[in-house]
Nanobody, 124 residues
Framework: QVQLVESGGGLVQAGDSLRLSCQASGRNYSIVVMGWFRQAPGKDREFVAAISPSGTTQYTNSAVKGRITISRDNAKNTVDLQLNSLKPEDTAVYYC?????????????????WGQGTQVTVST
């Protein structure tokens, strides 16, 4: 069964860092794009970052560019999201997602597998 499991969320203070991890199973994830999205209360799900199958190309939301790094380890079927200099507006549930292709997309509809999400809360 295809499964994505996120971990690493928590409650932190503004300026802190967090590293989110997504463990994938049930599919050959080394040939598809992986992405991270987030959803704050009362808001739509928002693209955060995506990474190509080889890991050589990344797209990042301009709102978080410079503070967020996405990486993957195809041998371990993991994709990580490093969050630095966190701000209260980064508070959201963060979701790992897998697409069905090798093309980088920023839209949620391009991803067909989703994790359950991990909560990130940033206090002032």
């Amino acid at each position: 069964q295809v499964q994505l499991v996120e971990s690493g969320g928590g409650l932190v203070q503004a300026g802190d860092s967090l590293r989110l991890s997504c463990q994938a199973s049930g599919r050959n994830y080394s040939i598809v794009v992986m992405g991270w999205f987030r959803q704050a209360p009362g808001k739509d799900r928002e693209f955060v970052a995506a990474i190509s199958p080889s890991g050589t190309t990344q797209y990042t939301n301009s709102a978080v560019k410079g503070r967020i790094t996405i990486s993957r380890d195809n041998a371990k079927n993991t994709v990580d999201l490093q969050l630095n200099s966190l701000k209260p507006e980064d508070t959201a549930v963060y979701y790992c997602a897998s697409s069905g292709s090798s093309v980088l997309y920023r839209t949620a509809s391009a991803y067909d597998r989703w994790g359950q999400g991990t909560q990130v809360t940033v206090s002032t």
